[in-house]
């Protein structure tokens, strides 16, 4: 039996699922999603987290990532 997926996994997953569509309609925002269940779309980073402590609460796992088609790359010397 295959191991199961953690819920930050299933989480991931609807992210990359996504991605594309949601770079149309929602690019540089953050996306909220918890549960394998979409949230909602903020402007800014501090608003997505608040909105994900509100709606799952400080004890769950959820994700919050900015909708972009392709990852910044950040290098640090």
């Given at each position: 039996?295959?191991?199961?997926?953690?819920?930050?996994?299933?989480?991931?997953?609807?992210?990359?699922?996504?991605?594309?569509?949601?770079d149309a309609t929602h690019?540089?925002?953050?996306?909220?999603?918890?549960?394998?269940?979409?949230?909602?779309?903020?402007?800014?980073?501090?608003?997505?987290?608040?909105?994900?402590?509100?709606?799952?609460?400080?004890?769950?796992?959820?994700?919050?990532?900015?909708?972009?088609?392709?990852?910044?790359?950040?290098?640090?010397?």
């Amino acid at each position: 039996m295959p191991d199961a997926k953690t819920p930050l996994e299933a989480d991931f997953e609807v992210f990359e699922t996504h991605r594309k569509e949601w770079d149309a309609t929602h690019r540089g925002e953050y996306v909220v999603i918890g549960g394998g269940q979409l949230s909602g779309f903020y402007r800014d980073y501090e608003t997505a987290l608040r909105a994900g402590l509100q709606h799952f609460g400080i004890n769950s796992e959820f994700l919050v990532k900015q909708v972009c088609v392709q990852e910044p790359v950040f290098v640090i010397y």
